[in-house]
C-alpha cells in the first residue's frame, strides 16, 4: 500500500483507531500530525481494550510511530498513558516512538486556562474536552509557546517560560485566577524533561528516517472539527483536514498518496454546536446505547443522528477523499426505517452544503430520503455475502451520495470484524 491517511469525515469518533489498527500491518510507521490528547482511540484485540489518546495506534502493533511537528504534547498525559500500555504488556521505547522536537507542550496553565474560560462562557461554550488543546494552540500561534526542543537548554527555557507567563498572568488577572510564578512552571517541567528529550527527534531526522518507509498518517478528531472547514466556532484548534498531514508530519506534500475517510453509519459528536440531522428522541437514545455512544476522554454521552450526507460529501471534497471506511452498520440492526439526509432547506432554499453563516444553523431543515431496515443481524460479518441485501443497499446509497467507494466495512469492535470489499 503506498502512503496513506486515515481522517475522519465526521465529528470524530468514528472508529479510526480500529481501522488503523488493522490496516496497521501493511505499513512501516504510523504518524499523528495534529491534535493532541483530546483524541480517543479504542483498539480491541482479541479480549483486551486499549485506549490511546496521544500514542499513535500503530504502538499496539510495535510500529514505529511519530508525535508529528503539528501535535500538542502534555507530557505528564503521554507518560501516564505509556504507563498504561506498557502495563498492557506493550514496550515503548526509542526505537519505537519518536516525537518531533518542534511539537509544542501543553503544561498545567493550558489546562486550567482552558476549563476557566469555558467556565466563563455559559451558553456559548464550545464544550471542549478540558485538555488545554485550544490555549495551547492559541500559544503557537501568538508565538509563546514552550516547544520540546526548549527543553534542551536551560537558560532559554527560562526565557521562554517568562515570556509564556507574562501573557498568561495578565488574562489570568483579569479572570480572577491565581498567578503563576517560573518557579511553578520549573517544577512541573523538570521532572519530566530528561525523558521527553530521550524520546525527541529533530523533525529533519523524522523525515529522513520516514522517507524510507511505507507510513500511514493517523487523524485525530475528524473534518467537521477542522479549525478552518468545520463548525466554526464550535471546532477543535488544530486543522484535521488532509491538507495538514505534511506540515504536521514532518514531510512534503508528496509524500502523501491516499487518503481514506472514515464515516460512522450513522452521525455523532460531542461538546456543542449544530447538528442538522440529530435525533433528540427515542430513537436518539437508541442509537447512543446500541452504539455504546459515550465520549473515549471525556465519558461524556454523545448527540446522536442520521447519516448527513451532505456534510461528508463536503468533507470528503475537501480532503480530496477517493475511499471510505464505513463503521458501525450493526448498530442500525434493529431499525424499521432508516433516513439519510441528501440535502437542507433554509427558507425555503435548497443547499447542497453547509452554509457557513451561523444565523441560518437553527433554521436548517434536513432533507431526507428513507430506507428500509434490515431487520437482521450484521453484527461481526467477514464478508460482503453476510451482508442482508438491504444493508448492502443502505451501503450502496451512502457510496453514490458521497460519491466514493466504500473499501471497508466494520461489523464490530475487533479486528476481524471487518469485510474488506475488494
Ligand atoms: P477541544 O479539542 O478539547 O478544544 O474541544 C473542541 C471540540 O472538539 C469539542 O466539541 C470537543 O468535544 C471536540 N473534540 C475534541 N476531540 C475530539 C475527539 O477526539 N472526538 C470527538 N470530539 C472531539
Redo the contacts with the bound molecule.
Sequence with gaps: MKNTAIIGLQ???EGKGKIVDFLADKFDAIVRFQ?GH???HTIKVGDKTYKLSLLPSGIIRGKFSVIGSGVVVDPIALFAEIQKIEEAGIKITHQNLAISENCCLILSVHREL?QLLESKKGENK??????G??PAYEDRAGRRAIRVCDLLDEKTLNERIENLLFYHNLLRQSLGAKLITSKEIIAELSPIRERILSYSRPAFEISRDLSSKKIMFEG???AL?DVTYGTYP????SNTMAGQIALGSCLGVSDLHKTIGILKAYTT?????PFPTELTCEIGKFLRIEGNEV????G?DRRCGWFDAVLVRQAIQLSSVKEIALTKVDVLDKLEKIKICVGYKVDGKTYDYLPQSNAMWNKIEPIYEEIEGWKESTAGAKSLDELPKKALKYIKRIEELCGVKAVIISTGPKREETILTN
Design positions: 465529528w470524530g469518533d491534535g483530546n483524541a480517543g482552558d464550545i464544550g471542549t474536552t478540558g485538555r488543546i485550544g485525530a478528531q475528524g472539527l464550535f471546532v477543535t484548534s459528536r460531542v461538546g456543542s454546536g465520549g473515549t476522554v471525556t461524556r
